[in-house]
């Protein structure tokens, strides 16, 4: 039995162990009083993925093998740690405090080549930062700190002998940027880790292991009249992100990008941290996410996540390995308020949650790392949200139910319930890829991440947006702006409640998912209009599916789920009543021109329209670039008539019920609007 935690999940789990199951459990007996405990981890062996790409970017090689190490089915080159030496932490009840004392020392370890001379990891040692931290630094023998990591990730096994610390970052320490001359990269991820560690108990009391009663979506709260239930709903808390890698060229990568230059033009790889929380409502509503507009949750009674590793086998409530899965966007404003969405991830799907700062009481989760309970947090280091273990496609998704076909996707190409690890993703695969000279066109940047959860009563808290700069050295790298809203990118763009008379976004919702639809329209003057329209799927498909989502069911082939494509729409129209158009774009924010929609006026309409593939996959619509979720596009043209209140349609590449949506937005005036004061006179 693996039960998983983060450093406060891991103290819950300990606190079950010595003082009996947390308050809202099944059974067990009552709390008892603040007891201290000091536990000390000995033995094992740390794991080491590098940002390979990155340290060339710096001039930092891996010299050879490392001395020592064994490379794991995870892909992470494994060195041992040395069994003489241990690191303690503290517990104080249900919280994991901080690292106290000792050390870990490695048994072997890399050597790097660097402009200012070899550094080693071999004999490094693992030593607690102090004055309370929960990071560790990284020296190496001599003394030198060279690397710290943070973001750590435990997994409790073998009631409590081992611990793994599933995921973790390797960070750039300030005293070696020093020594690199490059102080803008302290804090940087190098690598993604994990550590395998042997734990010696105080006074040997190992832990009994106790899971919580947990309180699922829809389950009726107790005592509470008129009936409610418990509800999801899950906020993005904060984020920041960090440039990754450049190549330039894809898919076939290698080389060095030249930055503003852009004489390559290469693809610059960009990932967050994130960090998300769920609601902190237990009958009154409070802020989960102090200070911002949508930082408080309209659902009073907050309901448990389930969050279970994929392929980790068959769970309630939903009879499979359910988790949330998170993405990432990057939009660019140029100067004339045009947008363009320039940046989209892959999905990096959840394995275990952190559960640090959790309430007590219905809703407080279980103490396994598999259940986000009630106000607990939880974050993905950058390391591990650029791990090709863990990064899928969006087509797999079906995103307003997060439902993930498993059966033929990219882990389970065969549908044979075989993990395939590391789904053949190269450094690039699935990774937020944007051109280079996107980034040096101007204009204003911002950068978006979100998660999507099922049974969430929410999706606007769930993502948020930053402004970002960019700028270039001997790389790419990027700095994170300030405000950070909750929302996405197209309602800062043009405000949902915004007064402008020229200015519109509206929302399409349904079952199959959310769209907004945004337009910006500018007076050039001399009776010509400039309309902007952003259609921003966020979380809409109408998907084609095989089987079954639950694994109870999946023991005929033919049941087990398979997306065979979530596909959202592929037309987008706009009524000219009488009006005369031209400039007419479109942008998908690639540089692309082979799969851009066409546009055509008829029918008194403009409208663009999706490429076809003449020879489609059976099963799947001949359409080419649909607009798919979490996906925006933009489309443009100039009139010579004025706003006025206007139906756009938006059809659905699946055919189905209904063929198409629309929204209410602005479209040119039937009347030139250079004379409707006149006509209006005429009329009085």
């Given amino acids: 039995m693996i039960i998983r935690h983060c450093p406060a999940a891991l103290a819950l789990a300990l606190s079950a162990l010595l003082y009996g199951p947390a308050a809202g459990a099944a059974s067990g007996p009552e709390p008892q009083p603040v007891v201290r405990q000091t536990w000390t981890a000995l033995g094992g062996d740390l794991g080491f993925i590098w940002n390979v790409e990155l340290l060339n970017d710096y001039g930092i090689k891996l010299k050879g093998a490392a001395e020592g190490a064994s490379t794991d089915t995870r892909g992470f080159v494994a060195v041992p740690l040395r069994d003489q030496s241990g690191l303690s932490f503290a517990v104080t009840e249900t919280n994991f405090d901080h690292f106290t004392t000792g050390r870990l020392v490695l048994r072997g370890g890399f050597r790097l080549t660097t402009p200012v001379g070899e550094i080693s990891l071999v004999d490094a040692v693992l030593q607690p930062r102090g004055n309370g931290s929960q990071m560790l630094d990284v020296v ?66 190992y832990i009994q292991i106790v899971q919580g009663a947990p309180v699922w979506p829809g389950t009726v709260v107790p005592d509470v009249t008129p009936e409610q239930t418990y509800q999801a709903d899950v906020f993005m808390l904060s984020f920041q992100p960090q440039y990754s890698r450049c190549t330039p060229t894809w898919p076939a990568a290698g080389g060095t990008c030249d930055g503003p230059n852009t004489a390559t033009n290469g693809y610059a790889v960009f990932t967050p941290s994130s960090t998300l929380r769920n609601n902190v409502n237990n009958g009154t509503a409070e802020a989960t996410v102090a200070g911002d507009p949508n930082g ?321 996959p059976a099963n799947t619509p001949a359409v080419l670039n649909p607009l798919s979720w979490g996906t925006m596009f933009r489309f443009s043209f100039v009139a010579n008539r004025g706003p006025v209140a206007a139906d756009i349609d938006l059809h659905v590449a699946q055919s189905g019920t209904p063929a198409s949506y629309t929204a209410s937005v602005l479209g040119p005036d039937a009347v030139d609007a250079i004379f409707a004061d006149d006509f209006e006179a005429v009329a009085r």
Avoid at 157 to 184: F, I, N, S, Y
Avoid at 502 to 519: D, F, L, Y
């Fill in 140 to 205: 190496d023998a001599s003394g030198k700190k060279l690397f710290y990591l943070d973001r750590l990730m435990y997994a409790i096994a073998d009631q409590g002998r081992t611990v793994e610390v599933q995921t973790m970052d390797l960070r750039m320490h300030a005293d070696l940027a020093q020594r690199l001359g490059k102080p803008e990269i302290t804090d940087w991820v190098v690598a993604q880790m994990r550590m395998n560690l042997s734990v010696v108990a105080q006074d040997g009391n």
């Fill in 296 to 616: 408080t949750s309209s659902a009073l009674y907050t309901a448990d996540v389930a969050w279970y590793r994929k392929f980790s086998g068959t769970f309630p409530p939903y009879d499979n390995d359910q988790h949330p899965n998170l993405i990432w966007n990057l939009y660019r404003v140029d100067s004339n308020n045009r947008i363009e969405q320039i940046g989209r991830s892959g999905v990096k799907h959840a394995f275990v949650t952190t559960n640090s700062g959790c309430s007590s009481g219905p809703g407080s989760g279980g103490s396994t790392g598999t259940i986000l309970g009630r106000s607990c947090s939880d974050t993905y280091g950058t390391g591990n949200n650029d791990s090709n273990n863990d990064l899928g496609p969006r087509s797999e998704i079906i995103p307003a139910q997060d439902l993930w076909g498993r059966c033929g996707s990219i882990f389970d190409p065969e549908c044979d319930q075989a993990l395939n690890t590391g789904g053949g993703n190269t450094s690039y695969s699935q990774r937020m890829l944007t051109r280079e000279s996107q980034l040096t066109a101007g204009g204003t940047y911002y950068f978006e991440s979100w998660y999507i959860v099922r049974d969430d009563v929410n999706i606007y808290n769930t993502m948020a947006s930053r402004p970002v700069t960019f700028s270039f050295g001997s790389s790419w790298s990027i700095t994170a702006g300030t405000p950070q809203l909750l929302g996405p990118v197209i309602n800062r763009w043009v405000s949902p409640t915004t007064s402008n008379p020229n200015q519109k976004n509206v929302e399409i919702a349904s079952s199959e998912g959310h769209t907004r639809v945004a337009v910006n329209v500018v007076d050039l003057g001399n009776g010509s209009w400039r309309y902007d329209y952003a259609v921003m799927n966020l979380d809409f498909a109408r998907a084609v599916t095989q089987g079954t989502p639950k694994y109870s069911d999946d023991s005929d082939p033919a049941q087990r789920f398979r997306v065979i494509h979530n596909f959202g729409f592929d037309r987008f129209s706009v009524p000219l009543p009488g009006a005369t158009v031209s400039a007419i774009e479109f942008n998908d924010g690639e540089l692309d021109p082979a799969n851009d929609w066409t546009a055509s006026v008829a029918d008194g309409k403009v409208t663009w329209t999706a490429p076809v593939n003449p020879a489609p």
